[in-house]
């Protein structure tokens, strides 16, 4: 991608203008999350005509909920679900590479407190070496318990015997949701956020488009299309009821963090309990200057905007952090909890109460009406999803016959990692100027860049928000562009006011001070 002078504005106006009811797009997506933003920056990268259309704010839901990791999944390995682990492997190496400033190498210490567990869990990182090959981040070693301390000084030291350190990666996932997005807008798709798709279009019995209802203004608008793209996470079965694909795909799964000031683990390296007191996988994880614990994996049967913690899921994490941590955090150090669902693929005759088996592996259909439908995966592998989701379109006879086979997104990097950019800061640190990649000295010459809000948001960074990424509502900054309100809600809460100025100024458009009030209570314990 050709380094630019000036990043794209993304004025709703002239978005909207754009949206053309008499043109027929090559393919049209539903859905603004990790998966839905991927497929349409491959397509758009193949000389395709592209719209997408987010019935909220791109990457609201499960896409800037994850546990900020860029993984290839150790817990599948111990499944022995090697294509996947393998996989994921590949695709972290390439993320890495795509988006230096918003994704990065992190090292992992797994402390033994009994005698088999160091070479127990040792050999099986070190498989997880052998399948990453030459997309390794760095190698696996053993650790003394002198070692395992300096790594994890705040580490519980009563029995550790010493430990494991490997490597993975992490990243800022709604971030990355935008750089898609933007990535995809300079390669010619039209995004629109805040744009729900009602139902289907059909012509003959064929999805031929969509309708579609303006969440800002109540303005209907109709969508034509040769082919549609359900991308919808966890929400995908309500588009195939519509289609008359009345069994249901997705068995929703939640997973809680809370997040910590970084003083319970200092440094910049995480901790990984791979097995705690009920199976599940403990992290905890140094991140924008703070610490994130979790996360749980509970069935859900609501399909909640914003689903809320479970008293025992809360309980969990704190109590599985008090056996780990030399001092254990209580309630009252909790800074900011979320929740997100994941569109785990339901097997036949899946029971649904049991997460822990359902596939973690995404899955594509085409209807016969011809939806075509992806749920499933994980945010490490969304570029790969993307090409098996257009492989399928083109499979069925839903793309030209002369669209390209493949767009080599894999050399494509993303809006931001220029090759201007400066040498990317930890994401452990606290986010900066140093968040925007190459696009930073463009944000500083911008308005309001001496006047900070808290550490890492800046007025100047609230209008480039608005010019140039899509926000519309205090929630679009603060959560999403900014990662504020999850990492520290209260404070998040005191600065809403004067961001609701700031994107009125810029957008004259409400800019939803009052739903935002209402959504910073649900971040933080009563």
Known sequence: MPSQAMPLLTRREDLLARLDPHAAYDLAIVGGGATGLGVALDAAAR?????????????????????KLVHGGVRYLAQGNIGLVREALH??????????????????????????????????????????GSSGLGTTHFLSRQAT??????????????GVQYWDGQFNDAKLALALARSAAVQGALLLNYMKATRLHYTEAKVSGLHCE?????????????????????????????????????????GVHIVVDAQFLPGHTALMIPKTADGRVLFAVPWLGKVILGTTDTPRHDLAAEPLAFEEEIDFILNEAARYLRVAPQRSDVKSIWVGLRPLVKPPKADGENTKCISREHTVLVSRSGLVTV??????????MAEDVLQKCADSGLLPANAPHTAHTDQLP???????????????????????????????????????????LSEAMVRFAARYEYAIHVED?????????????????????????????????????????????????P
């Open 149 to 162: 301390l300096a790594c994890l000084p705040s580490v519980q030291p009563d029995h550790l015997r010493g």
């Open 47 to 67: 000389g395709l005509k592209v719209v997408l259309v987010e019935a909220n704010d791109f990457a609201k839901g499960t896409s800037s909920r994850s546990t």
């Open 375 to 384: 749920t499933g995966g994980k945010w490490t592998t969304y570029r790969a």
């Open 414 to 456: 993303l809006v931001g990692a220029e090759s201007t950019a400066p040498a990317p800061k930890p994401l452990c640190e606290a986010e900066g100027w140093h968040s925007f990649g190459s696009e930073q000295a463009f944000v500083q010459a911008l308005p309001g860049h001496d006047v900070w809000m808290s550490e890492g």
């Open 477 to 525: 900054v603060l959560a999403r562009r900014s990662r504020l309100l999850f990492l520290d809600a209260k404070q998040a809460l005191q600065w809403a006011p004067r961001v609701a100025q700031i994107l009125q100024e810029e957008t004259g458009q409400d800019p939803a001070l009052a739903s935002f009030v209402q959504l910073a209570a649900q971040y933080q314990l």
């Open 214 to 254: 303006d969440m800002l203004t109540g303005q209907g608008h109709v969508i034509q299309a040769r082919c549609v793209v359900n991308a919808t996470g966890v929400w995908v079965d309500a588009l195939r009821e519509q289609d008359g694909s009345p069994e249901p795909m997705v068995a929703p799964s939640q």
């Open 91 to 132: 695709e972290r190496s390439t993320l890495l590479k795509m988006a230096p400033h918003i994704a990065q190498p992190l090292p992992f210490v797994v402390p033994a407190y009994k005698w088999w567990e160091s070479a127990y869990y040792g050999i099986g990182l070190k498989m997880y070496d052998a399948l990453a």
